[in-house]
Nanobody, 118 residues
Framework: QVQLVESGGGLVQPGGSLRLSCAVSGTSLVYDMRWYRQASGKQREPVAGITSAGTTNYADSVKGRFTISRDNAKNTVYLQMNGLKPEDTAIYYC?????????????WGQGTPVTVSS
């Protein structure tokens, strides 16, 4: 069974930094990986994505502040978040396109909370 486990969330002051991690287990065939976030009362929105080749994309709201990266040997994706703002407060979810004996699947992690507050 494929599982995504996120870590690294927490409470940080405005202007601070956090690094989120998401490890994939249960398969070694991991393709596109993405981070999403969902603030209270709002819809889940994409934050950043990275292909297996390392091509990245970002939401306009985080460009220049967040950096997505991955370690294919560890099947792990990271989100380095700098210059955090109160509006970045949300539950952050990891998402991965994986391949198993059952075919392609889009898998989600359980989420890790990020709170930006003084």
């Amino acid at each position: 069974q494929v599982q995504l486990v996120e870590s690294g969330g927490g409470l940080v002051q405005p202007g601070g930094s956090l690094r989120l991690s998401c490890a994939v287990s249960g398969t070694s065939l991991v393709y596109d990986m993405r981070w999403y976030r969902q603030a209270s009362g709002k819809q889940r929105e994409p934050v950043a994505g990275i292909t297996s080749a390392g091509t990245t994309n970002y939401a306009d709201s985080v460009k220049g502040r967040f950096t997505i990266s991955r370690d294919n040997a560890k099947n792990t994706v990271y989100l380095q978040m700098n210059g955090l703002k109160p509006e970045d407060t949300a539950i952050y979810y990891c998402n991965a396109l994986v391949y198993t004996a059952g075919g392609y699947s889009n898998v989600w992690g359980q989420g890790t909370p990020v709170t930006v507050s003084s």
